[in-house]
Each structure stands twice: as C-alpha cells, then as structure tokens.
C-alpha cells in the first residue's frame, strides 16, 4: 500500500509559477514510476507528466512540454512538478500517482495508487 499527499496547489496569475509536491508514504518510493495528471470541471482527468523509476527519463502531454518539469527527490521519497509559464487552461486539479513500470506511462487505469489531489487555478 503506497499513501500519496499532494501540496503546494493555489491560485496564480497566467505567466506566473507553481510547484507541486506529492510525498510518498512507501520506502520502496524508487520502485515507482510517478504520473501527475489533471482533472478539469466537466472533463475527463488526462495525462500531463510522468517520471521514471530511476528519474532519467520524463514524460510530458504535448501542451506542457516546455513548460512543466517533473522531478524526484528519492531521499525525501516525493515527486514534484514545477509549473511555468502557466495558463488558464491549466486550472484543475491536479494528482499524482504511482505505478510500477513506464509502459502506458499516460493512460490513468495502469496506476496503482493515487492522491487526493491539490486545487491549482490560474486568474487571466
């Protein structure tokens, strides 16, 4: 059983800046790979970034790519994702997630645990 706790969400003007974290509650935490997807009002939660096992490779839907950086501490056993640049139609709710392997990295049933999400919205 992996717990999973988002933080640092809020609200932020476009163009402005954001970091979340999500701290595993696991010791086996670099046995995971680790997924942040979105969910907005009305819209099916989608996919926006993902980070290996290992942390060498990340992965990003195309709307972020540029933009958004996922990273990993496995000493503190947390994932962040760190938001510039940000828009509008960035406001959801965000959440991590564990699984672990990197194949179907952005499809949300091959997760095994989730968060329970942290608010971000981003005033025009």
């Known amino acids: 059983q992996v717990q999973l706790v988002e933080s640092g969400g809020g609200l932020v003007q476009a163009g402005g800046s954001l970091r979340l974290s999500c701290q595993a509650s696991?010791?086996?935490?670099?046995?995971?790979?680790m997924g942040w997807f979105r969910q907005a009002p009305g819209k099916e939660r989608e996919f926006v970034a993902a980070?290996?096992?290992?942390?060498?490779?990340?992965y990003y839907t195309d709307s972020v790519k540029g933009r958004f950086a996922c990273s990993r501490d496995d000493a503190k056993n947390t994932v962040y994702l760190q938001m510039n640049s940000v828009k509008p139609e960035d406001t959801a709710v965000y959440y991590c997630?564990?699984?672990?392997?990197?194949?179907?990295?952005?499809?949300?049933?091959?997760?095994?645990?989730w968060g329970q999400g942290t608010q971000v919205t981003i005033s025009s």
């Open positions: 980070i290996s096992r290992s942390g060498t490779f990340t």
């Open positions: 997630a564990s699984k672990t392997s990197v194949q179907r990295i952005g499809v949300a049933a091959e997760y095994d645990y």
């Open positions: 696991s010791r086996a935490f670099g046995n995971y790979a």
